[in-house]
């Protein structure tokens, strides 16, 4: 990272592109601390549309990847549209929202529904899909109800896709909340863009783009943590592998030692 940031600023400073084009890390940390305030005030917004845009998705992703794994008829008829509709370019999208819902929050919601929706139902589907079948079989063996097998069997075992799905879509939640600012709207990091753009502010332009990589990292972070609290079993087995490699390992040096 330090040495992107040297590179960087050796290119500002040796003229190879013009400043207004790039500008130095230097020039883009004063935009950013003096512009501060306002990049703030325009987050809320983005950051609000990416959260709700995000839950939303969460929900109808497991409602509907729940009903797929039920029904295989389900399964069959959306698998193929779900494919199809991830074909179409979420820029494409953006400007029939705005048209059909207005220059509100409504519009970036959907948006971000529609883009974090496919991650987390393709990785909960193929989650249930991974489930040890003969866990299955014990269980209904035992006389356990459906409802007890998805409890204590099938939705903890989907849960590690499920994660891996959800910080897919955490990092898509935050850019389809500002594409979709890009296209209408009076507040957001999208439309600050357009506004520094049409200024030819280029420093603050880079401010901003740094300030949406914060908050996706941000809420990658989120979801790391939560993953953590959810499955602690998986900590618990990562700690198990690390303590039999290391015992691998002190016992191939004690045998090279006494062979030596």
């Not at 500002?12 to 890390?25: A, E, K």
């Not at 891996?164 to 709207?185: D, T």
Request: with cysteine.
């Amino acid at each position: 990272m330090a040495a992107i940031l040297l590179l960087w600023e050796l290119v500002s400073i040796s003229g190879l592109v013009p400043s207004y084009m790039l500008p130095s890390p230097v020039a883009v940390c004063k935009a950013l601390i003096g512009d501060l305030p306002t990049i703030l005030f325009h987050a809320k917004f983005t950051l609000l549309e990416a959260v709700y845009g995000l839950l939303i998705g969460i929900a109808l992703a497991f409602i509907f990847a729940t009903v797929m794994d039920r029904f295989r008829v389900m399964d069959q008829a959306f698998y193929p549209i779900m494919i199809i509709t991830q074909t179409i370019p979420t820029i494409a999208i953006a400007p029939i929202l705005v048209l059909w819902m207005g220059f509100g929050m409504a519009p970036k919601i959907t948006l971000v529904v529609i883009t974090t929706f496919f991650p987390i139902t393709i990785g909960l589907l193929d989650g249930y899909k991974s489930v040890d079948p003969d866990a299955i079989r014990l269980m209904k063996a035992m006389g356990a109800s459906r409802m007890q097998i998805f409890r204590h069997v099938k939705f903890p075992g989907a849960l590690p896709q499920f994660c891996s799905g959800l910080k897919i879509s955490a990092s898509y939640a935050v850019v389809g909340a500002v594409v979709s600012e890009w296209l209408g709207g009076f507040n957001g990091l999208g439309v600050y863009m357009t506004r520094v753009k049409k200024a030819y502010s280029f420093d603050k332009m880079f401010a901003v783009i740094i300030f949406i990589v914060i908050i996706s990292l941000l809420l990658l972070l989120a979801v790391n943590i939560v993953s953590r609290i959810t499955m602690p079993w998986l900590q618990v087995e990562k700690e198990k592998n690390h303590d039999s490699e290391f015992a691998k390992r002190n016992c191939t040096t004690c045998r090279v030692s006494h062979g030596a």
